[in-house]
């Protein structure tokens, strides 16, 4: 299964559309503006709540959990490395990628991918084109995105506050 997600490159609230292959608008990513902590949801068109992706604070590396249809699954939190940007599950699921290229895989509990998110560089605004592999996980897939979109959006926001002072 193929999707995307196209990032507006000037937007009043956080709202994107994730897209399947004929660009037909499918789901909806929204997000509060000012809250403690990021929260984040997809929701389908009616406006029914599928994923709910919340950030939990005071924590030495990001840390968000994970909620699918009202129910808790997993907690996923960036590992410390210098080179690489990967990120493990609570329940035993592991992210590999690269922070610069937006570009990273998804692996399951036995070490079978499961899905892969990678950022493409022509197009107006940034596109995200997420191949998920196992259909079955699509929800856990697109949560597993949003919170590291999340985490990437709030340290590019850290680097710029601290590049201007």
């Known amino acids: 299964m193929r999707l995307y997600i196209n990032e507006k490159i000037i937007s009043i609230h956080n709202k994107y559309f994730i897209k399947d292959e004929k660009e037909k608008d499918i789901l909806e990513i929204s997000s509060k503006i000012i809250s403690l902590g990021r929260k984040t949801w997809i929701k389908d068109l009616s406006g029914n709540e599928l994923v709910y ?6 924590h ?26 990967d990120y493990e599950l609570s329940n035993h699921y592991h992210v ?14 036995k070490g079978n991918k499961i899905g892969q998110i990678k950022r493409k560089y022509i197009s107006i605004g940034d596109q995200y084109i997420i191949d998920i592999d196992d259909e079955n996980e699509y929800l856990l897939v697109l949560a597993i ?14 680097v ?3 590049s201007s002072n």
């Open 53 to 58: 992706v919340e950030q939990e604070l005071f």
């Open 60 to 85: 030495l590396m990001p840390h968000y959990n994970i909620y699918i249809h009202n129910n808790k699954i997993c907690s996923i939190k960036k590992k410390f490395k210098l080179l690489k940007n």
């Open 96 to 109: 590999e990628g690269n922070f610069i290229n937006h570009s990273f895989i998804i692996y399951n509990d």
């Open 145 to 158: 995105i949003v919170a590291i979109a999340n985490e990437i959006e709030s340290a590019q926001n850290a």
């Open 160 to 162: 710029a506050a601290s």
